[in-house]
């Protein structure tokens, strides 16, 4: 019987010491003074605050490239891809060329420009925006081949200084092939600050300086050294307008704009000019708007002669029902040999109307344009157009010959376009074009041409 007890007090007593030595251990932790355990819970708390902060504010971090909703517009920043891309077929691909009327070329072209916008609002009262757009462009046929690169790089800022004044500055660089002249590049900065400014109700005034500079290696293959003209130029211009509501549907807009443009390469160029002019907005009914303006156009060459001419111009707008509208705009402008205008245009439609003969210091034309569209529901738009232009030009405007320039160009087509999603839609255009001159008037530095072409496109926009 003893000897059966001896092993369970042995184990008894080895229960015990390890009772004893886990005590030793145990002991201060539970006996600790409370000082330290409330600093110990402290420190405890506050590092849980800590954590659960850093948690609590990257769920508030906006996501830039997410949508933003309505109430977080214009406050929150966003980065926004865009993508264009479209191709197609034309029946004289070389238009602009030299020989594009009596050789023409038929090829495939193809164009994708996809880019990126930055969106920062800095405060409730200033806005800034940073674009960059890359575009290349192919044309592919039998006896045509060439590709064209643009890099397009535009900033904006605007401050509201108060609820009745606003200034704001854009730039846009732009590095680019020539229109229909492949290997020949141009650069072209464009800066211009603006200030607008509310008087009251009624009376409403902008203010804006703009300069350009554009550098250009010129038409250096032509066989005859005198027709080369450099059109590398530095703008600048001055444009003053005051907008005053006579009446709750009428609006008058009288405008000033003094403007200097030097051609270093090609002095005889050169110009300063001013601009007066009286614009006019009217409501007729609700869903008709006339505008209108007449003003003067004062050119003043630095080698000799001038250049005046009366400046005018109307256009409606009308919409029949809801779903149908009609626009039709006529304009008589003094047009530079080389238009820049074409490069910051939203909606280029009828590109091909832009005139790229630079033997002429100055250029007066006459433009007629239309459109019509038709919303079948909302997702689904027809759309037409017609452009013509009709140029007129002086012997004693030309700086290289005695040639005139009274070409004739027109464009007229149509668009569908399906809208697939919110950011995505999808088109189907045709366009016919054409030039040609009057009587027997002869230019020697352009020739007429004819053209059809059929496209597809997609625009992506986030």
Not at 325 to 345: L, M, V
Request: hydrophobic share 30%; charged share 20%.
């Amino acid at each position: 019987m003893k000897k059966h007890l001896a092993p369970r007090k042995r184990y008894l007593l080895i229960h015990v010491a390890l009772v004893a030595l886990l005590s030793l251990f145990a002991m201060p932790s539970l006996y600790a003074d409370d000082a330290a355990a409330t600093t110990q819970s402290q420190t405890e708390s506050k590092s849980s605050r800590m954590w659960d902060g850093l948690l609590d504010s990257m769920k508030t971090v906006t996501n830039p490239f997410s949508e933003v909703s309505v109430r977080d517009a214009g406050v929150k920043p966003r980065i926004r891809p865009h993508l264009h891309g479209g191709s197609g077929w034309n029946s004289n691909a070389n238009v602009g060329e030299k020989d594009s009327g009596t050789n023409s070329k038929a090829g495939w072209q193809a164009r994708i420009s996809p880019g990126v916008t930055l969106e920062v609002p800095v405060s409730e009262k200033m806005y800034t925006m940073l674009d960059y757009t890359y575009s290349f462009s192919t044309t592919q046929g039998p006896d045509i081949s060439e590709n064209e690169n643009t890099h397009n790089l535009g900033a904006l800022v605007r401050y509201d200084y108060s609820k009745d004044t606003s200034l704001g500055v854009n730039n846009n660089f732009q590095i680019s092939d020539m229109p229909n002249q492949a290997g020949k590049r141009f650069l072209l900065e464009t800066v211009k600050p603006e200030i607008q400014h509310t008087f009251g109700e009624k009376l409403r005034s902008a203010l804006n300086y703009q300069f350009q500079h554009y550098r250009d290696v010129g038409p250096t293959d032509d066989s005859d050294s005198s027709t080369i003209t450099r059109d590398t130029f530095n703008d600048n211009s001055v444009t003053g307008s005051l907008t005053y509501d006579v009446a709750c549907k009428l609006s008058l807009t009288p405008q000033f704009s003094w403007h200097v443009r030097e051609y270093p390469k090609t002095d005889e160029k050169s110009y300063w000019s001013i601009s007066p002019d009286l614009g006019a907005v009217y409501g007729l009914g609700s869903k008709t708007k006339l505008t209108g303006h007449f003003g003067w156009g004062y050119r003043r060459f630095k080698d000799e002669g001038n250049a005046s001419e009366l400046l005018y111009g109307a256009g409606i707008n009308h919409m029949l029902g809801r779903k149908f509208t009609w626009a039709f705009n006529y304009d008589k402008t003094q047009q530079d040999t080389f238009d820049t205008g074409f490069i910051n245009r939203d909606t280029p439609i009828a590109t091909n109307l832009d005139n790229y003969d630079r033997h002429f210091r100055t250029l007066n034309v006459h433009r007629f344009g239309t459109t019509t569209s038709y919303f079948l529901n909302e997702k689904n738009l027809f759309s037409l157009f017609g452009d013509f232009s009709f140029v007129q030009t002086k012997e004693s405007d030309n700086i290289v010959s005695s040639d005139e320039n009274d070409e004739k160009k027109m464009e007229i087509g149509g668009m569908y376009s399906y809208k697939l999603t919110r950011f995505l839609d999808l088109r189907l255009g045709y366009t016919f074009g054409r030039s040609f001159y009057a009587g027997s008037t002869s230019n020697t530095a352009r020739t007429q041409y004819t053209y059809h072409k059929v496209d597809a496109g997609v625009n992506l926009n986030f």
